[in-house]
């Protein structure tokens, strides 16, 4: 059996990267790639400018709490300063440009101002309150690379620098699809034999999450034809098909044959828990990713497998998540898999919930977060385990 | 001063919780805070199912490994099994329903199947192999509870028991403005005194990652009545108005004069760092918050203060967020304050920052998360700290 990070390493290595960029508006880039680095065009902020609503001076004319300095203009963000005459002040706001010839900005509480005059009553150090020009960033820096998925911070960042565009990778087109005879989708009537589609809404959710164009492909019938005519559709149109269930060897798993027929399948024994079968390949060119058909084993396997392989073909390069340290307030026994445990935190730790079994979504929804329980290792309560809030997978 | 938990909690009392819901479509349901606890109409599964490919017996009709017992039907997943004859078998594959009078299913890979008649060559415990009726969710069980915002696995498990729609609140309406007559958008030219607006685009994005409406209003002109008519405009189309900057007593800062004269306005000092100039209050009745207008001030105020504000006026239930236990690679003095410091997940714990300023927006982008420092706490290296991954705040 494979190890999760052979598995993982397996699909990194045969993972064809997005080369396609589009500009697209600052306002809608949340979440979406860098395609080029992000250099700094300009110093920011672009002049020294005031920290503080007071007056500008030239340290070296202050005489004395008792000697006033006449003021000689008044700068407000925004204005444009003249050079500060010799021997006066200028009364300042917080961001206004500091003028030419002044080095210390005084804090208006240390100032006492009346008749066009300045008493500075305490001097601060020399050159205190100025943000210095290219304090921020400096002209020619690298502050974002390419590969990095954008966040709010990183727009306002780009902001700063005078981008209303930027240059992203377009999004990657993940076509889902399930099988299955015995599936409805919720809002209809479900007969004798029959059980409510969930993967389909888990897995959509889950791509859209990461900002993929999901094409939504719905369900194909448990028939060699409706199964091949759906993954030729799905290959057609997508960069990466993504299919629930039907990748084992039993004879009504169609999808195995039919990627057999139009491509190529590895049917990969990975050793971790929840899900187990998982299929890599292509079909009529077009990466293709099998996933179990169990709610759990897609939920987790789509996080922990198939994420790291998506993110790298959407360009992301960070594709992983960092672990933490918790404490189990449970413990378990050691096992021959890599096993993902629905946990939930609570202040002391985190608290396992009572059935683990692949089939049974409700621990995913009753938790905050998954355990990763190494291949061999025992789990101890009061110990602690490495611990992967699901929101850090967002 | 204000503790920051004293800030937050003067907040949520003064909040008032959104009441009206809509229902939308499961697949647009993402992110969205349910208005109602959902209720399992049925069971999940529905019927007993086999968990494997294999053959449903009655467990007593065992007779020994040399015995075959004769197949009386085939059961596919999604078809209506019929009564199980007594001393026969039923071929059934993953998901199809065991039918009534079988009590056990064994794994196709212990079995021999011949001449329209099954050998067990190896039997398993009695009733093994079968998803009992209700094992993941059982009628009358309430899944989810109104409050919680809704995650892909959530969408999932509603999907599972049959809803189509559900009743969420609908989006809290969330108006931005800026003020400042330095700030130039992103794309125009810059001149002298002049810096680009960067907290625009760090808050719109904030707000819509936390699924809110945005209804951006840009920059107001640092004059008392351009100010007035944006925050009328504001307060008539948003459940909550948010403004960086002008919120300090400076004569220039025309923002509280506004609130003061349209409303109310409660000028907090609170001991967070970046951060201290907070207010709050309203504006014709509607409620306001008003962060500083320092980049890293908004950012982390507007993650650590308003957010739990504004979860809590949209309706969710949990409006905090867990900190992490991570080993500081770097030391800090003791402080007054309340400190956020920015920082970076090493394999061997969290580094700091070199630059801790208000202004230097960069931190937040380097950074993959907030350090929380609590007041007196001194930070040493190879310790503990409280860790908190921006992706947590999602």
Redesign the interface.
């Known amino acids: 059996m494979l190890s999760v990070n052979e598995a993982i390493g397996t699909l990194l290595e045969n993972c064809e990267q997005l080369v396609d960029s589009e500009q697209v508006s600052?306002?809608e880039a949340?979440g979406r790639t860098l395609a080029n680095d992000v250099v700094a065009p300009?110093d920011?902020?672009?002049?020294d400018?005031s920290?503080m609503?007071g007056y500008a001076i030239r340290y070296a004319d202050w005489k004395g709490t008792d000697t006033a300095i006449p003021l000689s203009q008044r700068i407000?963000?925004?204005?444009?300063?003249g050079k500060l005459a010799e021997g006066s002040a200028a009364r300042i706001?917080?961001?206004?440009?500091v003028p030419e010839g002044a080095d210390t900005v005084v804090m208006?509480e240390h100032c006492s101002e009346e008749a066009g005059a300045v008493r500075i009553l305490k001097l601060p150090v020399e050159r205190a309150n100025i943000?210095r020009r290219g304090?921020?960033?400096a002209t020619g820096q690298t502050?974002?690379t390419a590969g990095h998925r954008l966040?709010?911070?990183?727009?306002?960042?780009?902001?700063?620098?005078?981008?209303?565009?930027i240059s992203v990778y377009r999004r990657l087109k993940v076509a889902v699809m399930s099988t299955?005879?015995?599936?409805?989708?919720?809002?209809?009537a479900?007969?004798?034999?029959?059980?409510?589609?969930?993967?389909?809404?888990?897995?959509?959710?889950?791509l859209?999450?990461w900002g993929f164009e999901v094409i939504d492909l719905g369900v194909a019938r448990?028939e060699h034809e409706a199964v091949r005519d759906m993954m030729s559709q799905a290959a057609g149109e997508a960069d990466v098909v993504v299919t629930s269930g039907g990748v084992?060897v039993?004879?009504?798993d169609h999808v195995k044959a039919v990627v057999e027929e139009l491509g190529a399948i590895n049917l990969w024994k990975i050793a971790v828990k929840p899900g187990k079968p998982f299929a890599f390949g292509q079909v009529c060119g077009t990466p293709f990713i099998g996933l179990p058909?169990n709610?759990v084993s897609v939920?987790v396997t789509m996080l922990v497998i198939a994420r790291p392989y998506l993110f790298a073909c959407q360009g992301n390069a960070d594709t992983g998540v960092?672990a933490?340290?918790?404490i189990a307030r449970f413990s378990k026994k050691a096992s021959q898999r890599e096993d993902y445990l629905r946990v939930r935190?609570l202040d002391d730790g985190v608290q396992l919930f009572t059935?683990q079994?692949s089939?049974?979504?409700?621990s995913?929804?009753w938790g905050d977060g998954l355990v990763r329980q190494a291949v061999g290792e025992e789990v101890r309560e009061g110990e602690p385990v490495d611990?992967l809030?699901?929101?850090?997978f967002?």
Not at 76 to 81: E, I, K, L
Not at 93 to 97: M, P
Not at 151 to 165: C, I, N, T, V
Not at 180 to 188: A, C, V
């Open positions: 600052l306002m949340t300009i920011v902020p672009p002049a400018n920290a609503d407000t963000a925004g204005s444009v300063p706001f917080t961001g206004a440009e208006q943000r304090q921020d960033l502050v974002l966040r709010s911070q990183d727009l306002g960042l780009a902001a700063s620098l005078g981008f209303a565009e299955g005879d015995e599936l409805r989708e919720p809002g209809e479900i007969q004798p034999g029959q059980i409510y589609n969930s993967n389909r809404y888990t897995m959509k959710s889950q859209e999450t448990d084992s039993g004879e009504e058909g709610p939920f960092h933490v340290r918790q935190s059935n079994s089939g049974v979504l409700y995913t929804s611990f809030p699901f929101a850090l967002n």
